[in-house]
């Protein structure tokens, strides 16, 4: 499964890196420096979000 990324202006009350899904659509949605090991992190949280989305959509 691929998901696109998306960069997003940088808010202080979102987090760095998150899944975002709606319908049939889905990103993964940076706020910030990629090259940040902080939003490396949130990166890899944001997939593991996405991964577990996928699992529970496609075995139910």
Known sequence: ????????????EQPLASFESEGDACAIVVRGDTSSQDVN???K???EVAARHFSRKLLN
């Open 45 to 47: 949280e944001a997939v």
């Open 1 to 12: 499964m691929r998901v696109p990324v998306r960069s997003a202006k940088a808010e202080t």
């Open 41 to 43: 992190t949130a990166m």
